[in-house]
């Protein structure tokens, strides 16, 4: 299908750069105050645009997707993640689904090693004290942490973000395992010092930090469950900077208040965006607002695969970020 110029959504203010190459191009429009759209107004732009440009804050179920009145022809997801997008529901009414994927493993990974130092050397804790005027002199005893170097991290799903944390790690002199549905290559494996694991509870039982990295669908909701948590050393941490639902989050906060577990760096929470006020309240846990992917150049970038994949749709051609299922 070629369209001269089409009639382009986007439903939430994105870096000035790429909002200006979008006026180019398209019949554009954006959104200048940064509001989420509502239902209704998602099912508006989908009855009178060629293109929407929708962002994780946009569900889009099949209720909104079926309607026969839908003129969108092109979904161009800005972000990788596509599940708050009904991907079947959007194939079966003829509208093509893209994303913006090998953006984000550098920044995303960034904040997961961050968080991997962070939480066992109570950094933030530590700058909460010096903040609050409660630092008065050093002690051989005070603010103590736990090493990372020697310590065991499981990383749940290697894929591009997982192998990128696992590189980090290993140069820490942590020592890398991980649990994936298949074993990795030999090569790719050496390249990032890691050892697999063919069972995940296993693997859990003998780790002291472990990261997650898999992604989100109905094999994996709760992957992470109580039962699972169990089985974790007192003394472990956990870093989630993938999908909050991968780990039980009530469970988690149970056993993090209990103990149980020795703490743990969120940068995505169950019920997004509220934040659960007793996570708020541990000391033993760094909460970040979804911020793993938030450097200007990945969202430039993103932008940027956005405008390729529309470009590459309105010259009658296939998409190169083409989401075929969810």
Not at 169 to 189: C, P, Q, T, W
Request: aromatic share 4%; with cysteine; proline share 4%.
């Amino acid at each position: 299908m070629t369209l001269k110029k089409p009639s382009v959504v986007v439903t939430r203010k994105l870096p000035k750069v790429v909002e200006g190459r979008m006026k180019e191009l398209f019949d554009v429009i954006l959104n200048i105050n940064d509001i989420p759209y509502s239902p209704s107004q998602l099912k508006s732009v989908l009855e009178r645009c060629d293109v929407l440009v929708p962002t994780l804050t946009d569900k889009l179920d099949d209720k909104l997707l079926a309607s026969s009145q839908n003129t969108v022809k092109l979904i161009a997801n800005f972000g990788n993640g596509t599940d708050h997008i009904d991907i079947h529901a959007a194939h079966d009414s003829g509208i093509i689904v893209t994303n913006t994927p090998d953006v984000l493993t550098s920044d995303t990974a960034d904040i997961a090693m961050a968080l991997i130092i962070s939480v066992p050397r109570r950094l933030v804790e530590g700058a909460k004290m010096v903040a609050k005027n409660q630092f008065e002199e050093w002690k051989p005893t005070h603010m103590l942490g736990g090493r990372l170097s020697g310590k065991s991290l499981g990383i749940v799903g290697m894929g591009r973000v997982g192998f990128a944390v696992a590189k980090r790690a290993h140069s820490f002199g942590i020592n890398i395992h991980y649990h994936n549905r298949r074993r990795l290559v030999k090569d790719i494996e050496d390249e990032a010092g890691a050892s697999y694991w063919d069972s995940l509870d296993e693997m859990l039982t003998n780790m002291d930090i472990i990261s997650i990295h898999c992604p989100y669908n109905q094999d994996t909701k709760h992957l992470i469950s109580e039962s699972r948590m169990k089985l974790i050393k007192k003394n472990a941490y956990i870093i989630n900077v993938s999908r909050a639902d991968i780990i039980d989050e009530n469970a988690l906060i149970g056993m993090l208040e209990n103990g149980r577990i020795a703490g743990a760096g969120l940068d995505v929470f169950e019920h997004y965006p509220s934040v659960n006020r007793r996570l708020k309240d541990l000391k033993n846990v760094i909460l970040l607002p979804h911020m793993s992917s938030a450097t200007l150049e990945s969202r430039i970038e993103m932008g940027e695969k956005v405008i390729i994949n529309i470009k590459t749709f309105i010259d009658g051609h296939r998409p190169p970020n083409r989401v075929i299922s969810a």
